[in-house]
């Protein structure tokens, strides 16, 4: 065991606030992992709300674990230490349960190395009676968990607040009665939004090709996912600020969840529906006691402009003189208030989305957002005195054509115009990422883009503005992109492959997909199926049979779907109401 490292973490500990530490043997230890850097894992307000709501049971200490940097994973190795956790620098074997928050697909990687170093077993067959169940949430967990079905012992589908608390009551009830890890998983396989892969088996046909999903006796054919009806039942701010964030000291508070604008790319909005809004005064109760350190507000949400009493949230922060910063902003609804009060707070970017440069394609893909918007967000950012704009575009998307490019190109060029019109001499950054095909959207069935035809398309829009002094154009690593996509639609044997990547091939995703065979761009620019079941088809969003394959026909005759609205039952989600 290595002092140095402990001492480390306690001088992470000396900059925080808010952590809550238990005496040892006080509470039931929880491990909660975040598998990346302390920084970006300390900027997420889901593991903020869940270390609160868990701590909050008064029975169970939750503990954070982070995926330690270069240097620290040589000191580990080095020293022989197992990873420890950050309150009490525990080890993250002596843990009973692990909880693990997965946001993002290019850290599941990350998540086995973290288990290797906590000598965690990787394989959940293969993990001992003994060693701790490994319960993995978040967003990946919902749309499709099959990669990571061989780690897990249990997924939990949908929003946490309510089903982590369930787990936790039925594992300690049935560990006080002394019933088996099995028995214990049998009981978790039927709670609702409980998904325990071990039950479900992947049938598969003579080519390999992923058929069905069999239950096992005793557990439901499909998990349906959970999501929280009252938002205000539960906190929605940070619970630890800490000065070694990303963003420093910075108090983030949920305005709301999910989104009811229907993009056909968005995961978020088909996995986090409804969209639902935190009471404005409780709001700024929250604000009023944040910690006195806190140096700005963050207004955190799928649209925040979308928020309905977003005026008078930024009324009081600005008569307060609360600097705050938003998450997102849809063009559509920016007003000179909302602009003004950003740029009071220092903003100096406007960040908007038009996400495709065409108008047929901002149709497809059900943007609702036109040229006029984002001129207008132009002229409001820079009345308001916010000098750059910052665009984000998708290129790839399904029925793109090179026309579409050209379009993208010729508006880009009709923005820094406007720009020129309205004398501002800021900089114009265009962000450009591929489009990935998710599960759970009206697009889940398209295919990558080969990446030929992305670097074609990437090159022609930098090509078209290498001469423009204040017109930056920023790509990314389409290696990434690709594998990010193979995992976001990989089924249970793409974990195998994980598995080899991460005890043969020192975390090299790519050479373990080379050894077994596997082209990566091919299986992520394969086009599946629309009458065959998917690898995450087992799992129940709430979405009416057949409504995402509406959703693609109306994508492909240009037919627009409009928002979410009050007492709608269009989507099947809102069909159930229940309370908390
Ligand atoms: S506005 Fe569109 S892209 Fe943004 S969160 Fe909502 S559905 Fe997703
Ligand atoms: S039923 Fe209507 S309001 Fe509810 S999530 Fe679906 S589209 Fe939105």
Not at 119 to 140: M, S, W
Not at 540 to 553: K, N, S, V
Request: net charge neutral; hydrophobic share 40%; charged share 30%.
């Amino acid at each position: 065991m290595s002092w140095e490292i402990k001492n480390k973490i306690k001088q992470v500990l000396d900059k925080e606030e808010g952590t809550q530490i238990f005496a040892p043997g006080a509470r039931r230890p929880l491990a909660f992992i975040y598998p990346n850097s302390y920084n970006i894992g300390m900027s997420n307000l889901g593991l903020q709300i869940l270390y609160k709501e868990i701590n909050s049971r008064g029975d169970t200490a939750c503990e954070r674990f982070f995926l330690p940097d270069k240097k620290a994973k040589v000191d580990y190795m080095k020293t022989k230490t197992p990873l420890l956790s950050i309150e009490t620098q525990r080890p993250l074997a002596d843990f009973e349960i692990i909880a693990v928050m997965m946001s993002f697909e290019m850290d599941y990687l990350n998540l086995l190395t973290m288990l290797k170093m906590g000598k965690v077993g990787l394989l959940a067959a293969e993990r001992k009676e003994k060693e701790p169940l490994v319960i993995i949430g978040g967003p990946c967990a919902t749309f499709n968990p099959e990669p990571l079905a061989n780690f897990a012992d249990a997924f939990v589908i949908g929003e946490g607040e309510q089903t982590v608390n369930t787990i936790l009551d039925a594992v300690y009830q049935a560990k006080n009665e002394g019933k088996s890890k099995e028995e214990i998983l049998l009981s978790l396989a039927n709670l609702p939004g409980v998904y325990v892969p071990r039950f479900y088996k992947p049938v598969y046909d003579n080519e390999g090709e992923f058929v069905a999903m069999e239950a096992a006796n005793g557990v439901p054919a499909t998990i349906k996912r959970q999501w929280v009806h009252k938002l205000d039942s539960y906190s929605g701010n940070s619970a630890i600020l800490s000065s070694d964030t990303e963003f420093e000291n910075m108090y983030i508070i949920e305005v709301a969840r999910g989104c009811g604008r229907h993009c056909r790319f968005c995961m978020a909005g088909y996995c986090f529906r409804r969209p639902r809004a935190r009471d404005l005064d409780k709001i700024i109760e929250a604000i009023k006691e944040r910690p006195a350190r806190t140096k700005k507000v963050g207004l955190m949400g799928a649209a925040v402009s979308d928020y309905p009493q977003i005026k008078e949230l930024t009324k009081f922060l600005v008569d307060a003189e609360i600097p705050f910063t938003v998450a997102s902003l849809r063009a559509d609804s920016l007003d000179i208030e909302l602009a003004e009060a950003l740029a009071h707070s220092g903003q100096k970017t406007m960040t908007v989305a038009p996400e495709a440069g065409s108008e047929r394609m901002r149709k497809v893909i059900n943007k609702g957002i036109s040229e006029d918007d984002i001129y207008k967000a132009v002229v409001l950012a820079t009345a308001a005195g916010m000098k750059n704009i910052k665009l984000y575009y998708m290129i790839g998307l399904p029925t793109e054509e090179d026309s579409d490019i050209d379009e993208m190109i010729a508006m880009v060029a009709r923005v820094r115009a406007k720009m020129d019109e309205v004398a501002n001499k800021g900089d114009l950054v265009i962000s450009i990422n591929a489009f990935v095909p998710k599960p759970f959207t009206p697009f889940q069935w398209s295919p990558l883009a080969p990446v030929k035809l992305l670097k074609k398309r990437f090159n022609k829009i930098t090509e078209a503005f290498r001469k423009e002094k204040h017109v930056f154009i920023q790509t990314e690593s389409l290696k990434e992109t690709v594998l990010q996509a193979v995992l976001a639609r990989g089924d249970r044997n793409m974990g195998n492959i994980l598995y080899e990547a991460a005890t043969k091939y020192d975390g090299n995703f790519k050479q373990a997909l080379q050894e077994a065979d596997i082209d990566p761009e091919e299986y992520a620019g394969r086009t599946l199926d629309i009458n065959k079941s998917l690898p995450w088809s087992h799992l129940d969003m709430g979405l009416d049979e057949g409504y995402l394959a509406a959703e693609w026909e109306k994508a492909k005759n240009l037919a627009f779907t409009i928002p979410c609205f009050e007492n709608c039952k269009r989507c099947g989600v809102c069909k159930e109401e229940k309370d908390g």
